[in-house]
């Protein structure tokens, strides 16, 4: 079984392969808030270390550098490195923007949690992922590894 489509995709076609059974997120125990923009918008970026070149971090931290310079007075951007989970999901509840991952075809479970508490959440969410779930509206933002798309987004 796979999780997601980064795991579904090269193994699809093997013989053992019994399918993709998307993250599960139960919504009833996590508080939904609509995007409410009081001062600054706030951005945040977690960062686990001996993950940062394979979730595509250096991408974002170079686009939050040029974030920063244009948009000094209209953000606050939080970036934590390799903090337990609870203290990460205190932070991240804070945010309005959440960076989660760029190398991927979908995202991770940290950014569902986030996009079912409301977040808007920069993540992998390629044409495949599109495909397969059918989707017709945009649920996340789609980041390429490249620091000028995201800067852009």
Known sequence: MASDLDYHIPIKDH?????LLPNPVNIEKLEYHPISIKDKIVIFHGINRSNYY???????EEALERIKKKYRDKITIDVVEDLPYSEYIQRYDQAHIILD????????YNALEAMAKGKV??????????EYYRLKNTVAINVLPNANQIYTE
Do not use: I
Request: avoid cysteine; aromatic fraction near 20%.
């Open 101 to 108: 991952q760029v190398l991927g075809y979908d995202q991770g």
């Open 15 to 19: 013989k053992k392969y019994k399918g």
């Open 121 to 130: 959440v920069f993540t992998g969410a390629e044409k495949e992922f599109v």
């Open 54 to 60: 394979k979730k595509g971090s250096d991408y974002f």
